[in-house]
């Protein structure tokens, strides 16, 4: 269930900033007439994204069993390769979100209402369909009931009411930390996922060594307790995992953790203080 609360926080707060940013921009340039357009195309990918996550859920009951595990092993491997992408794109370019995003407005503004609805769907449906693929495959991954969508769901209510407070200007933190280690941990959780993702691929005989166990501790944790059942929902862990997926993993989370925890270059001079792209004022007053 944390797990996923982690990426509802997580994916929900990239997409509500990215709403405060594009809201705080025509309230402040005289343009509050031009925001139905945006509340339109947010509207369109929050039901894209709802109907992706449906088609995924239901779709995928049809199938027969083997088709199931192909497809289950598939998307995880997918939905990590997005979130992947989706932290070091974040990690590098949060410090000049701002200015895209006003340089796509101003563009937007210039052509027509239908640009802004676009421009408002692209920024916000990326992240709800990255939302709906990876939610979906750790769902599956924890097989543990309706208890790590509640966790989503909660995690994204609680990204809208962080998105206003921001955009309100209540709270203030440092949001080059916070995606920093969410970041961080969304590796660790992803790790998890390609390795249930493989497995799915191992039962679909599509990989090999299914039966070939690295090591078996079920004894000591037994996946219905209820610290295996913790550790299962935030880790995805499994006390039996077969060598490959324990492969997957350690080949995964050791490089990719590494990279995403290493320091950044110092700034050159000629470049502008990055501190002031990342600080945690709200969206509405770095919009002036």
Known sequence: MF????IGLREGLEAGLVVCILVAYLVRTGNRSKLPPIWLGVGIAVALSLSVG????????????????????????????????????MRRTARHLKAELH?????????????????????VGREGLETALFVWSA??????????????????????VLGWLFYRGALRINLAK????????????????LAYGVHDLQEASILPGLDNRLFDISATIPPDSWYGTLLKGIFNFQPNPSVLQATFWALYLAPVLTLFLRPDRPDRPDRPDRTTATSATSPTAQAD
Do not use: C, H
Not at 3 to 6: C, M, P, R, S, T
């Open 3 to 6: 797990a996923n609360y982690l």
């Open 178 to 193: 916070f995606f920093t280690w969410t970041g961080a941990l969304l590796v660790v959780v992803a790790a998890g996922v």
């Open 54 to 89: 449906a088609v995924l859920q239901f779709g995928s009951a049809q199938l027969t069993f083997e088709a199931q595990e192909m497809l289950g092993g598939t998307l995880s491997i997918i939905a990590v390769a997005l979130v992947t992408w989706m932290v070091f794109w």
């Open 103 to 123: 340089g796509k407005l101003d563009q937007a503004l210039a052509i027509g209402t239908g640009a802004l609805v676009a421009t408002a769907f692209l920024a």
């Open 139 to 160: 769902v599956q991954a924890t097989d543990d009931g309706s208890r790590p969508l509640v966790g989503a769901v909660l995690g994204l209510a609680t990204a809208v």
